[in-house]
Nanobody, 118 residues
Framework: QVQLVESGGGLVQAGGSLRLSCAAS????????MGWWRQAPGKEREFVGQ????????AYADSMKGRFTISRDSAKNTLYLQMSSVKPEDTAIYYC???????????WGQGTQVTVSS
């Protein structure tokens, strides 16, 4: 099992920046990749991006490229999402997730709310 706890959400003005963190615990060595998803009110959960834990290669949804950056600190078992030039449409609950392979995302955090004011 892998436990994930997000933090860093809050209220930010449009054009500003915010960094989310996700602390992983448990059998973190089993995690192949970790990623971020988000869900806005009334919408389906949306993939933001991911990072392969060993090696650090990243992939992003097209709409997130250039504004969002995912990184990790292996020593701290922590995943980050740096959000820049945020827009009101980035308002959502942001979730951290982990997978042991290239299949379904198996582990999820409880989410952290990000609200972008115009």
């Amino acid at each position: 099992q892998v436990q994930l706890v997000e933090s860093g959400g809050g209220l930010v003005q449009a054009g500003g920046s915010l960094r989310l963190s996700c602390a992983a615990s448990g059998r973190t060595s089993s995690a192949y990749a970790m990623g971020w998803w988000r869900q806005a009110p009334g919408k389906e959960r949306e993939f933001v991006g991911q990072i392969v834990w060993s090696g650090g290669s990243t992939a992003y949804a097209d709409s997130m490229k250039g504004r969002f950056t995912i990184s990790r600190d292996s020593a701290k078992n922590t995943l980050y999402l740096q959000m820049s030039s945020v827009k009101p449409e980035d308002t959502a609950i942001y979730y951290c997730a982990a997978t042991r392979g290239t299949g379904p995302w198996e582990y999820w955090g409880q989410g952290t709310q990000v609200t972008v004011s115009s």
